[in-house]
């Protein structure tokens, strides 16, 4: 894409953001009890990691704090997705309903309008509260957050990380194109996202192949952690993480265009 049409996109893009702001904040006593929500479940996530963590030592050899710093990096990543990317999921409802037609009648690339067609606000709150367990549990472990080499690669491993939540969404949304129906398919991502969680090696096998080929979640959560935790076993894996994102987008960018081609409209 040439840099005049990039412009273009992110100009487009920050209308469409502010305009749904607009509407959105219209509502704001809905606004915060959705926020407030988000925070409740996150909530949750961790005090049941505070109570396992009254009966053992560690997990895996990861301590608390490291725990806390591997929950907060998969959160920042995949509400970062969620935040601006997350409308995929909604795919399945412009098929069904025929409202993919005007997407395709702009000039404008349809998987454009579909992101931009909504802000999944709901996640910006557990995008900060998850950015402050970061910043947190990485004070308490002694990571410098702010050294040259974690800045480079946190930007880069949250780009990548990023792309490879949009690539599965993409991809199992897409199935929708043939099947009329994607969101079941959809929910297995939100239930094995629950995996980013906790350390890889405590998975059998076949778990971690899933979770590094058909729903590659370790690629924005687990790797990453380790790369800041100076983990060294896993440097190997830590600097695929940075490439994985932009070559899983380009691979789901390619079945996306094949379903896109298969679409037809329901005359409605």
């Known amino acids: 894409m040439k840099l005049d049409n990039v412009r273009k996109y992110v100009a487009i893009y920050w209308s469409y953001f502010k305009q749904y702001w607009k509407t959105r904040l219209i509502y704001k006593t809905d606004f915060t009890v959705g926020a407030v929500a988000q925070l409740v479940n996150l909530g949750a996530s961790l005090a049941f990691l505070t109570l396992?963590?009254?009966q053992v030592d560690s997990i895996n050899g990861w301590s608390f704090n490291e725990m806390l710093f591997l929950a907060g990096i998969g959160g920042v990543i995949m509400n970062f997705h969620h935040l601006f990317?997350?409308?995929?999921?909604?795919l399945e409802d412009y098929i069904v309903d025929g409202k993919l037609d005007r997407f395709l009648l702009r000039p404008l690339s349809p998987?454009?309008?579909?992101?931009?067609d909504k802000v999944s606000d709901n996640n910006l709150s557990?995008?900060?509260a998850?950015?402050?367990l970061v910043i947190y549990s990485g004070t308490q472990i002694g990571v410098n957050l702010l050294s040259l080499p974690n800045l480079v690669y946190g930007a880069a491993a949250l780009i990548s990380g990023t792309l490879v939540?949009?690539?599965a969404y993409m991809v199992f949304a897409t199935t929708g194109f043939w099947t009329g129906r994607s969101r079941s398919a959809i929910w297995l991502i939100f239930r094995l996202s629950e995996y980013r969680r906790y350390p890889f090696g405590i998975y059998a096998l076949p778990i971690q192949v899933i979770l590094v080929t058909a729903i590659p979640i370790a690629f924005a959560s687990f790797f990453p952690a380790t790369f800041f935790l100076e983990k060294t076993s896993w440097q190997t894996w830590?600097?695929?993480?940075i490439a994985a994102?932009?070559?899983l987008y380009s691979l789901a960018l390619k079945f996306w265009t094949i379903g896109l081609g298969n679409y037809s409209s329901t005359g409605s």
């Open 126 to 128: 557990k995008l900060i």
């Open 165 to 167: 939540f949009a690539a």
């Open 111 to 116: 998987l454009f309008q579909i992101y931009a």
């Open 130 to 132: 998850n950015a402050a």
């Open 238 to 241: 830590q600097y695929i993480s």
């Open 52 to 54: 396992l963590f009254t």
């Open 85 to 90: 990317l997350f409308n995929m999921f909604s």
């Open 245 to 247: 994102g932009p070559v």
